[in-house]
C-alpha cells in the first residue's frame, strides 16, 4: 500500500517537478486519431440511373498539424497547419450498401476527402499566474480556412462507371478543450478533443465535420 502513496507524493509534490509556464513564443506539432462525421450528397443511383441522396461513412483516419503560437499571461495565440486524409467506407443509397468489396451487383465504390487547412486559434488556460503548475487544462477557438477535395469513384466489376473529384475552398472552424503537462517551464505535452467542421459548399455538395484526439507537444522559446 505504500507505492500508491509514494506515486500520488511524486504526483502532487511540485517542489521539485512543477512549472510556471513561459511566456512567449512556442512551436509544437500534434497527432492523434480522427474520424469525419457520414457525409450526405446528391448521386446518380447506379441501378435506376436517376438522382438520389446517397450517405458516405468513412474509415478512421489520423491528423496532423504544426503550428506556433504566443503564450502572454493565460492566453496563448497561435497559428496551425493541419491535414488530413480519409477513405470512404461504404455508400448507402436506399437499402444497396456498397464499400471498397464487390457486393451482390457487382458494385464498389473507392475514394476520400482530403483538407489542408490554415487556422487561426486562441486559447485560455486555467491556472493561477507566476504559480508553479503541472496539470493546465484549456479551451479554445479556431477560425480559417480549408481546401477541400472530395474523390469518389464507383465501378462495375472494377470498371468505373461513375467518378466524382472536386476541390473547393472553404471556411473551417474548430472548438477546443484539452489539458497540457509542463515537464519544464518551457515544455509540455498534453492531449486534446477538436470539433472541426466547415458549411456545406455548393461546389462540393458537401460539408465536413471532423472529431479528433489529439497528442501534441510543444517548446516555447525566447
Same mark, same amino acid.
Given at each position: 500500500?505504500?507505492? @500508491?502513496?509514494?506515486? !500520488?507524493? +511524486?504526483?502532487?509534490?511540485?517542489?521539485?517537478?512543477?512549472?510556471? @509556464?513561459?511566456?512567449?513564443? &512556442?512551436?509544437? *506539432?500534434?497527432?492523434? @486519431? !480522427?474520424?469525419?462525421? $457520414?457525409?450526405?450528397?446528391?448521386?446518380?443511383?447506379? +441501378?435506376?440511373?436517376?438522382?438520389?441522396?446517397?450517405?458516405?461513412?468513412?474509415?478512421?483516419?489520423?491528423?496532423? %498539424?504544426?503550428?506556433?503560437? &504566443?503564450?502572454? %499571461?493565460? =492566453?496563448? *495565440?497561435?497559428?496551425?497547419?493541419?491535414?488530413?486524409?480519409?477513405?470512404?467506407?461504404?455508400?448507402? +443509397?436506399?437499402?444497396?450498401?456498397?464499400?471498397?468489396?464487390?457486393?451482390?451487383?457487382?458494385?464498389?465504390?473507392?475514394?476520400?476527402?482530403? =483538407?489542408? /487547412?490554415?487556422?487561426? $486559434?486562441? &486559447?485560455?488556460? *486555467?491556472?493561477?499566474?507566476?504559480?508553479?503548475?503541472?496539470?493546465?487544462?484549456?479551451?479554445?477557438?479556431? !477560425?480559417?480556412?480549408?481546401?477541400?477535395?472530395?474523390?469518389?469513384?464507383?465501378?462495375?466489376?472494377?470498371?468505373?462507371?461513375?467518378?466524382?473529384?472536386?476541390?473547393?475552398?472553404?471556411?473551417?472552424?474548430?472548438?477546443?478543450?484539452?489539458?497540457?503537462?509542463?515537464?519544464? %517551464?518551457?515544455?509540455?505535452?498534453?492531449?486534446?478533443?477538436?470539433?472541426?467542421?466547415?458549411?456545406?459548399?455548393?461546389?462540393? %455538395?458537401?460539408?465536413? /465535420?471532423?472529431?479528433?484526439?489529439?497528442?501534441? !507537444?510543444?517548446? /516555447?522559446?525566447?
Amino acid at each position: 500500500m505504500k507505492v @500508491p502513496f509514494v506515486l !500520488a507524493l +511524486l504526483l502532487f509534490n511540485c517542489a521539485g517537478f512543477c512549472a510556471i @509556464p513561459q511566456e512567449g513564443w &512556442y512551436v509544437g *506539432f500534434l497527432v492523434g @486519431p !480522427a474520424l469525419v462525421s $457520414n457525409l450526405h450528397f446528391n448521386v446518380t443511383n447506379p +441501378l435506376l440511373g436517376i438522382p438520389t441522396t446517397g450517405k458516405l461513412t468513412y474509415n478512421p483516419s489520423v491528423n496532423g %498539424d504544426v503550428h506556433i503560437g &504566443y503564450r502572454v %499571461d493565460k =492566453f496563448r *495565440f497561435e497559428a496551425q497547419g493541419i491535414y488530413n486524409q480519409s477513405s470512404f467506407k461504404s455508400l448507402d +443509397l436506399g437499402n444497396i450498401e456498397i464499400s471498397a468489396d464487390d457486393n451482390l451487383y457487382g458494385l464498389n465504390m473507392s475514394g476520400h476527402t482530403r =483538407f489542408i /487547412s490554415g487556422m487561426i $486559434n486562441a &486559447y485560455y488556460e *486555467f491556472y493561477r499566474e507566476e504559480a508553479e503548475v503541472r496539470l493546465v487544462p484549456y479551451i479554445g477557438l479556431g !477560425a480559417g480556412v480549408a481546401s477541400v477535395q472530395n474523390i469518389f469513384n464507383l465501378s462495375h466489376r472494377h470498371t468505373i462507371f461513375y467518378a466524382r473529384n472536386d476541390t473547393a475552398y472553404a471556411p473551417m472552424g474548430q472548438g477546443i478543450a484539452g489539458i497540457s503537462f509542463f515537464a519544464t %517551464d518551457n515544455q509540455s505535452v498534453g492531449i486534446d478533443y477538436r470539433y472541426m467542421s466547415t458549411p456545406r459548399h455548393q461546389r462540393l %455538395d458537401s460539408s465536413v /465535420s471532423v472529431q479528433a484526439i489529439n497528442f501534441f !507537444a510543444n517548446l /516555447s522559446f525566447n
